[in-house]
């Protein structure tokens, strides 16, 4: 029953698998199959039963339906044999047909051939064709590149190349031609930096050589600006009243317009010959080279080193020329003109460095920077100042000094122009300005050495009106008294003063010379003349004036003339305080002018030429005296003064008549009358001392009565001389007090007056009050050893013993006078 069971249920499966066996790909019947094995051990058998119970069903089936058409089978095979016999005449038809078309169709086939043949030819030619139109730009683009490069056109090559390289091969890349092409690329632009390097290198060597050149046109450019805007703003001054000057004169509105009319007229004649930077220097290779290196993304290098170029030039154009160095060879004109050009050259490269610095500032981007060129103004401008420090301390000349004043300001202006800072140049000429002073005042002293010793130290004489419009012309004398007198008449100053007041307004001009174009105020440029003003008259007028003095050859009528010369000179002080006012115009009345130190000066030279008139009278005294041939043992006087005493009286009269030219005005009249009164009572004071030194001379052993009394004589016309009153104005005796000393110890000899003496001695009533005890102690031993001498038998006459007693008691008691007054000491 079990097993009927499980046959009743395998059947369906077995009839599902062969459906799906008969009804599916045969790819998928390994699966079916495999699920009849996975069954029931022996479910296969039965499925191999139902297969082939299925098996005969499909035969029958196909028999049924074999037999069925049979018939048509049959039919249709006859009627196939029926057929036969046609076909094969067909076929005789077709293949007779077919030769036929053969033969016909050779030619056909031949032409054909050739038709393919040209079709390939034309498809390979339209082939190359597009692959050549392909390749003709790059060729075309290729020989641009070449012609560019012929043509020097190197940035436009660069261009080229990056086209090529970005457009043109990667669409012939394949070809070989084309990687010859690429591999020749950077061949190419490794030749167009090295000769754009080099095309840089013959610039900055150009632009070396045409320093100057440029700045010359540059300064010379600025120099003409500047004119042009002092003579507009001198007649804009005129216009508005006010007092400029130029040179001696007071310019004249008319003479400004003319001025101003004439610059415009040379700037429009020179307006198509003003040359820039441009005109001079062909930029275009710094520009190319600096477009390569961009191109080829280098633009770093180059400007590093273009920057390190540039910095190595300019240590070169710091470099002071060779000629600067003759400046101190002034006394040769080549030598100078030599020392300005090599200034003006070294000027020029610098402003012409800097001129083209700016310029490369301004037109291209990156290359140098306002950084960069004011570093590189920095260590220039320190090194300028160094060289012009240095170098300006050897120039003895002023007028190279002056030059190279002008040459610093045009400098500045100039660079002033192009926007660098010059503050420090003009502190720097405020240095070479006081060095400056110092050259004028050197050669202002040359030039009043040769005043002095060109005067003959006499009043100036003239004989008619010219004359004397013509001296007062050069110096500014006043006197009514003078003007009354009818020709001839003499000025009471000698020629030098007209002289020395012409080249004190000529050096006041010269200094102001320096202190034009210094961008000052008229105030700091009158403090800056009135103080260089005073160091002339103080330092160098004054040392000339005491040089003199000093002279030997300087005799007492020409000290006299001096003393009148400074006395006028300090009188015309008050001038030149006005000349320098009308050249500033800054009023004297204003709190910080300067004022003058004539009156000091010329009081100093007054004092000195005083104590030389003293000092060379009493030399002419000391002269005289050394003629005095004193017979010192005589036994009786001549009865009469020496001869040379009175050759030396009748000398002092007549230097005394001198002093009578001194200066009497009002102002003046005491000083002169001071000056001759000490001048004589020096001489007479001199003259005293000197006899009483002759008398005292330790030389001098023995002395007679009679050379005293003839002393006497001589001391007597001294006091007569002292009494006649040779200059006028002392008081009394005052002059005789000069010879006291010597009458009252000639008195005392002469009267033997001894007891007195010592009597009254120390008394302030004292007849002999003035008389020394050392001095009548050393005489009278030399009149002791005379009397000793002289009188062999004094010891056999009463009177000569008696008076030998005598004189050896008063030696003994001046002797302990004068111990006693030692001890007391």
Same mark, same amino acid.
């Given at each position: 029953?079990a097993?009927?069971?499980?046959?009743?249920?395998?059947?369906?499966e077995?009839e599902r698998i062969?459906?799906?066996?008969?009804?599916?790909?045969?790819a998928?019947?390994?699966?079916?199959?495999?699920?009849?094995?996975d069954?029931?051990?022996?479910?296969?058998?039965?499925f191999?039963?139902?297969?082939?119970?299925?098996?005969?069903?499909h035969d029958?089936?196909i028999?049924?339906m074999?037999?069925?058409?049979?018939?048509?089978? $049959?039919?249709?095979?006859?009627?196939? &044999?029926? #057929?036969?016999?046609d076909?094969e +005449? *067909? !076929?005789? /038809?077709?293949?007779?047909?077919?030769r036929?078309?053969?033969?016909?169709g050779?030619?056909?086939?031949?032409?054909?051939?050739?038709?393919?043949?040209?079709?390939?030819?034309?498809?390979?030619?339209?082939?190359? $064709?597009?692959?050549?139109?392909?390749? &003709?730009? #790059?060729?075309?683009?290729?020989? +641009? *590149? !070449?012609e /560019?490069?012929?043509?020097?056109?190197?940035?436009?090559?660069?261009?080229?190349?990056?086209?090529l390289e970005?457009?043109y091969f990667?669409r012939?890349?394949q070809?070989?031609f084309?990687q010859?092409?690429i591999?020749n690329?950077?061949k190419?632009?490794?030749?167009i930096?090295?000769?754009?390097?080099?095309? *840089? !290198?013959?610039?900055?060597?150009?632009?070396?050589k045409?320093?100057?050149?440029?700045?010359?046109?540059?300064m010379?450019q600025?120099q003409?600006?500047?004119?042009?805007?002092?003579?507009?703003?001198k007649?804009?001054?005129?216009?508005f009243?006010?007092?400029?000057?130029i040179n001696h004169?007071?310019?004249?509105?008319?003479?400004?317009?003319?001025?101003?009319?004439?610059?415009?007229?040379?700037?429009?004649e020179?307006?198509e010959e003003?040359?820039?930077v441009?005109?001079?220097?062909?930029?275009?290779?710094v520009?190319?080279?600096?477009?390569?290196?961009?191109?080829?993304g280098d633009?770093?290098?180059?400007?590093?080193?273009?920057r390190?170029?540039r910095k190595?030039q300019?240590?070169?154009?710091?470099?002071?020329?060779s000629?600067?160095f003759l400046?101190?060879?002034?006394?040769?004109?080549?030598?100078?003109?030599?020392?300005?050009d090599?200034?003006?050259?070294?000027?020029?490269?610098?402003?012409?460095f800097?001129v083209?610095e700016?310029?490369i500032?301004?037109?291209?981007?990156?290359?140098?920077?306002?950084?960069?060129?004011?570093?590189?103004?920095?260590?220039?401008?320190?090194?300028?100042?160094?060289v012009?420090?240095?170098?300006s301390?050897?120039?003895?000349?002023p007028?190279?000094?002056?030059?190279l004043?002008?040459l610093?300001?045009?400098f500045?202006?100039t660079?002033?122009g192009?926007?660098f800072?010059v503050n420090?140049?003009?502190d720097?000429?405020?240095?070479?300005?006081?060095?400056y002073?110092e050259t004028l005042?050197?050669?202002w002293?040359?030039?009043?050495?040769d005043?002095?010793?060109?005067?003959n130290y006499s009043?100036?004489p003239?004989?008619s009106?010219?004359?004397y419009?013509?001296?007062?012309?050069k110096?500014?004398?006043?006197?009514?008294?003078?003007?009354?007198q009818?020709?001839p008449?003499?000025?009471?100053?000698?020629?030098s003063v007209?002289h020395i007041?012409?080249?004190?307004?000529?050096?006041?001009?010269?200094?102001?010379?320096?202190?034009?174009?210094?961008?000052?105020?008229?105030?700091?440029?009158?403090?800056?003349?009135?103080k260089?003003?005073?160091?002339?008259?103080?330092?160098?007028?004054?040392?000339?004036l005491?040089?003199?003095i000093r002279?030997?050859?300087?005799?007492?009528?020409?000290l006299?003339?001096?003393?009148?010369?400074?006395?006028?000179?300090?009188?015309?002080?008050k001038?030149?305080?006005?000349?320098?006012?009308?050249i500033?115009?800054i009023?004297?009345?204003t709190?910080?002018t300067?004022?003058?130190?004539?009156?000091?000066t010329?009081k100093?030279?007054?004092?000195?030429?005083?104590?030389?008139?003293?000092?060379?009278?009493?030399?002419?005294?000391?002269?005289?005296v050394?003629?005095a041939?004193y017979?010192?043992?005589?036994?009786?006087?001549d009865?009469?003064?020496?001869g040379y005493?009175m050759?030396l009286?009748?000398?002092l009269r007549s230097?005394?008549?001198v002093?009578?030219h001194?200066?009497?005005n009002?102002?003046?009249?005491a000083m002169?009358?001071?000056v001759?009164?000490?001048a004589?009572?020096?001489?007479?004071?001199?003259?005293?001392?000197?006899?009483?030194?002759m008398?005292l001379?330790s030389e001098?052993k023995?002395?007679?009565?009679?050379?005293?009394?003839?002393?006497?004589?001589?001391v007597?016309?001294?006091?007569?001389?002292?009494?006649?009153?040779?200059v006028?104005?002392?008081q009394g005796?005052?002059?005789?007090?000069?010879f006291?000393?010597?009458?009252?110890?000639l008195?005392l000899?002469m009267v033997?007056?001894w007891?007195?003496?010592?009597a009254?001695?120390?008394?302030p009533?004292s007849k002999y009050?003035?008389v020394?005890?050392n001095?009548a102690?050393?005489?009278?031993?030399k009149?002791?050893?005379t009397?000793?001498?002289?009188?062999?038998?004094?010891?056999f006459r009463k009177n000569?013993?008696?008076k030998?007693?005598?004189?050896?008691?008063?030696v003994?008691?001046?002797?302990?006078?004068?111990?006693?007054?030692?001890q007391?000491?």
């Amino acid at each position: 029953m079990a097993e009927s069971g499980e046959a009743l249920g395998t059947v369906p499966e077995h009839e599902r698998i062969l459906q799906e066996i008969e009804s599916t790909d045969t790819a998928c019947v390994g699966p079916t199959l495999r699920s009849v094995y996975d069954d029931q051990p022996n479910s296969h058998k039965k499925f191999m039963e139902k297969l082939d119970a299925c098996i005969r069903n499909h035969d029958k089936e196909i028999e049924k339906m074999c037999n069925f058409h049979h018939q048509g089978f $049959v039919d249709a095979i006859t009627e196939l &044999l029926k #057929v036969r016999t046609d076909a094969e +005449k *067909l !076929k005789v /038809q077709v293949t007779d047909t077919n030769r036929r078309f053969q033969d016909a169709g050779k030619e056909v086939i031949v032409q054909t051939e050739d038709i393919i043949r040209c079709r390939i030819q034309q498809r390979n030619i339209t082939t190359v $064709v597009e692959k050549l139109q392909l390749c &003709l730009p #790059v060729l075309e683009m290729y020989s +641009k *590149l !070449k012609e /560019q490069m012929s043509a020097k056109r190197y940035y436009s090559a660069l261009k080229t190349m990056e086209q090529l390289e970005n457009v043109y091969f990667p669409r012939v890349s394949q070809y070989r031609f084309c990687q010859l092409m690429i591999e020749n690329l950077p061949k190419l632009r490794e030749n167009i930096k090295e000769i754009s390097m080099s095309d *840089l !290198k013959d610039f900055l060597e150009s632009i070396r050589k045409h320093s100057d050149k440029i700045g010359e046109t540059a300064m010379k450019q600025a120099q003409q600006q500047k004119a042009f805007s002092i003579a507009l703003q001198k007649q804009n001054n005129v216009k508005f009243g006010k007092n400029m000057y130029i040179n001696h004169d007071r310019i004249t509105e008319e003479k400004h317009e003319i001025i101003l009319r004439h610059i415009l007229e040379e700037e429009d004649e020179n307006e198509e010959e003003v040359l820039t930077v441009q005109d001079l220097v062909d930029f275009s290779p710094v520009y190319r080279c600096l477009h390569i290196y961009s191109v080829l993304g280098d633009e770093e290098t180059f400007e590093n080193y273009y920057r390190k170029q540039r910095k190595k030039q300019a240590r070169l154009v710091l470099q002071p020329q060779s000629s600067m160095f003759l400046a101190d060879t002034t006394s040769l004109l080549v030598s100078y003109h030599e020392t300005v050009d090599g200034y003006r050259r070294y000027f020029t490269q610098i402003v012409g460095f800097f001129v083209v610095e700016d310029h490369i500032l301004h037109v291209t981007q990156g290359l140098v920077t306002r950084a960069y060129t004011d570093e590189l103004w920095n260590m220039a401008l320190s090194k300028i100042i160094a060289v012009l420090r240095a170098h300006s301390s050897y120039c003895t000349d002023p007028d190279l000094v002056l030059e190279l004043k002008n040459l610093i300001v045009i400098f500045a202006d100039t660079l002033q122009g192009y926007g660098f800072p010059v503050n420090r140049l003009f502190d720097l000429l405020f240095e070479i300005r006081d060095q400056y002073n110092e050259t004028l005042l050197k050669k202002w002293a040359g030039v009043f050495r040769d005043i002095f010793e060109e005067d003959n130290y006499s009043p100036i004489p003239i004989v008619s009106e010219e004359e004397y419009k013509i001296v007062t012309s050069k110096f500014p004398f006043q006197d009514p008294d003078l003007e009354k007198q009818s020709f001839p008449k003499k000025f009471p100053m000698s020629q030098s003063v007209p002289h020395i007041y012409i080249q004190v307004k000529e050096f006041i001009y010269a200094s102001l010379k320096f202190s034009e174009s210094l961008h000052r105020s008229s105030t700091e440029i009158d403090d800056m003349l009135r103080k260089s003003t005073n160091l002339l008259l103080t330092r160098t007028l004054n040392s000339c004036l005491l040089n003199l003095i000093r002279k030997p050859h300087i005799g007492l009528t020409e000290l006299v003339q001096i003393i009148i010369n400074t006395t006028h000179l300090e009188q015309a002080c008050k001038y030149l305080e006005d000349f320098i006012t009308n050249i500033t115009n800054i009023s004297q009345e204003t709190v910080h002018t300067t004022r003058l130190y004539g009156l000091s000066t010329f009081k100093d030279a007054r004092h000195a030429a005083e104590g030389e008139i003293y000092t060379k009278l009493n030399q002419k005294i000391d002269e005289f005296v050394q003629l005095a041939d004193y017979d010192w043992t005589m036994s009786e006087p001549d009865g009469r003064a020496s001869g040379y005493l009175m050759d030396l009286i009748n000398f002092l009269r007549s230097i005394f008549q001198v002093f009578t030219h001194l200066p009497t005005n009002n102002d003046y009249a005491a000083m002169s009358g001071k000056v001759a009164q000490t001048a004589c009572m020096s001489a007479c004071q001199h003259l005293s001392t000197t006899l009483m030194q002759m008398l005292l001379d330790s030389e001098l052993k023995q002395i007679s009565m009679g050379a005293v009394q003839q002393f006497n004589l001589d001391v007597i016309q001294c006091e007569l001389f002292a009494s006649s009153e040779p200059v006028p104005g002392f008081q009394g005796d005052t002059l005789q007090l000069a010879f006291i000393d010597l009458r009252q110890l000639l008195d005392l000899f002469m009267v033997w007056d001894w007891s007195t003496y010592l009597a009254d001695y120390g008394q302030p009533a004292s007849k002999y009050l003035r008389v020394n005890p050392n001095t009548a102690l050393t005489l009278l031993e030399k009149m002791k050893d005379t009397s000793k001498k002289n009188n062999i038998f004094a010891q056999f006459r009463k009177n000569d013993r008696d008076k030998q007693k005598l004189i050896e008691t008063v030696v003994k008691q001046l002797r302990n006078l004068v111990n006693g007054m030692s001890q007391h000491t």
